[in-house]
């Protein structure tokens, strides 16, 4: 298995993937325009025919806070560390963006403890982050909660930082 940036030839993989979910009402359902228009923001796991067995998408919102949407591993294949390479994915994206926090809304709350993110309440994040919820199976009953992951500069030098700081220009 390998993680990777999303490609257009991608799209139809992440289509069925993501309609998969749709019909559970797991996921809100994507039309292909909408996948093909947002593919920049996407990562998928592919196997080694390059068939789509999982996607996620890191959508930017403001300066300090981005989103983790569209996340779905194919079923014969969860458990295995896909979604986490997913969701690390998306961290080290928001990270190379300078994005200072990601968030998730869903209902898998273990899974994303799991990977480094803690619960907020869903009043602490902006009314603007909202506007897809009308598209959602499950409005106006939302039962989803709301995590978060935060960069926190340590002002320390990181490994990488210290090693160019400490050598002879
Ligand atoms: C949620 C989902 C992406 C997780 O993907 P996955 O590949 O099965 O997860 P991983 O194997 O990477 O699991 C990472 C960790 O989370 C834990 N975990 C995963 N799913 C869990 C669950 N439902 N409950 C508790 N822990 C869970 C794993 O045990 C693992 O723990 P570890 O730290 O001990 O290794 C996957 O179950 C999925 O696609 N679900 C359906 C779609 C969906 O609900 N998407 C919306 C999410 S916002």
Same mark, same amino acid.
């Given at each position: ?42 990562? =998928?796991?592919? #196997?080694? #025919?390059?068939?789509?067995?999982? !996607?996620?998408?890191?959508? =930017?919102?403001?300066? #300090? ?21 997913? =969701? ?22 273990? /899974? /994303? ?20 919820? =009308?598209? !959602?199976?499950? /409005? ?30």
């Amino acid at each position: 298995m390998n993680i990777r940036p999303a490609r257009v030839s991608d799209v139809p993989g992440i289509h069925e993937l993501v309609g998969t979910f749709a019909e559970n009402k797991l996921m809100i359902r994507r039309t292909m325009a909408e996948l093909y228009e947002s593919i920049q923001e996407f990562c =998928v796991a592919v #196997d080694d #025919d390059n068939h789509v067995v999982g !996607c996620a998408a890191l959508h =930017v919102f403001w300066e #300090d806070l981005s989103e983790i949407r569209c996340l779905a591993v194919a079923e014969p294949l969860q458990g295995h560390g896909l979604g986490r390479g997913l =969701v690390d994915w998306c961290w080290d994206r928001a990270r190379q963006l300078d994005v200072t926090s990601v968030f998730a809304l869903t209902n898998s709350v273990q /899974f /994303f403890t799991r990977c480094g993110y803690h619960p907020i309440d869903k009043s602490e994040l902006p009314q603007g982050i909202w506007s897809e919820c =009308v598209r !959602c199976p499950a /409005f106006p009953e939302c039962k989803e909660s709301a995590l978060i992951r935060v960069h926190e500069p340590t002002g320390r030098l990181s490994r990488a930082e210290s090693r160019y700081a400490a050598a002879p220009v």
